[in-house]
């Protein structure tokens, strides 16, 4: 579903370019779940920027479903990510004045679905919140807001699933019943879910992990390394 052709992201630092990713290939099957470790400033988020379009690479090309994102413009990358990926951020990214429901409408409304009150709610009611959708973000749980996110995330029900640090705002217990959410919904879905996370736990429960350190991705010692 997915391929990385030598992609590499580099920006300039003063006078001098500083290569955040060096040159990685890598192909994800369809349905797959791969998680991205690695320390602060390896490169995580960068790589998982570059796989929704909200970056573009210094060299090489992403593809999706046979679709080479690098060269479209502003307007098609929106109705890709609209179409077929879901963002779940480590910080939420609610709007303050929508409630729950409304939170989760507005990609059903960009999209012009054709009841977007009842899809938000069938969703709510799948993460677990279908009697909290007229409360306003300040009055959830960090729980409660990432599960509203969750939800936001697969309103179009998208192919592909992006989480960067999912659980890194949330407590441990919190954090796990956040990801068993994210897993329950990429099995029964068949997403494709690619995971940024420092927590080797929750890694250990991928198909795949990719390690990056400095910006490269480094052999693991198991048979599921993914290489570069």
């Given at each position: 579903m997915i391929e990385l052709r030598a992609v590499s992201k580099s920006v300039m630092s003063g006078d001098r370019p500083l290569t955040i990713l060096h040159p990685l290939t890598l192909?994800?099957?369809?349905?797959?779940?791969?998680?991205?470790?690695?320390?602060?400033?390896?490169?995580?988020?960068?790589?998982?920027?570059?796989?929704?379009?909200?970056?573009?690479?210094?060299?090489?090309?992403?593809?999706i479903d046979g679709t080479s994102i690098t060269g479209l413009g502003e307007d098609a990358l929106a109705r890709l990510r609209g179409r077929s990926i879901g963002f779940v951020f480590q910080f939420f990214h609610l709007v303050p004045s929508l409630t729950a429901l409304e939170n989760v409408m507005v990609p059903l409304e960009l999209a012009n679905h054709l009841d977007p009150e009842a899809r938000a709610t069938a969703l709510l009611a799948e993460v677990g919140l279908a009697e909290r959708g007229h409360h306003y973000p300040s009055?959830?749980?960090?729980?409660?807001?990432?599960?509203?996110?969750?939800?936001?995330?697969?309103?179009?029900?998208?192919?592909l699933v992006l989480a960067d640090e999912p659980t890194g705002n949330l407590d441990s217990?919190?954090?796990?019943?956040?990801?068993?959410?994210?897993?329950?919904?990429?099995?029964?879905?068949?997403?494709?879910?690619?995971?940024?996370?420092?927590?080797?736990?929750?890694?250990?429960?991928?198909?795949r992990q990719l390690v990056l350190r400095d910006g490269r991705s480094v052999d693991v010692p198991t048979s599921e390394s993914v290489r570069s």
């Open positions: 192909s994800i099957p369809k349905g797959e779940f791969l998680a991205i470790v690695g320390p602060s400033g390896s490169g995580k988020s960068t790589l998982l920027g570059l796989l929704a379009g909200l970056d573009a690479p210094s060299s090489g090309e992403v593809i009055q959830l749980s960090g729980g409660e807001q990432q599960r509203v996110a969750i939800a936001r995330a697969l309103a179009n029900d998208p192919p217990v919190t954090g796990r019943h956040i990801m068993d959410l994210l897993l329950g919904v990429h099995q029964a879905r068949r997403t494709t879910l690619i995971l940024v996370t420092h927590d080797a736990e929750l890694a250990a429960r991928a198909d």
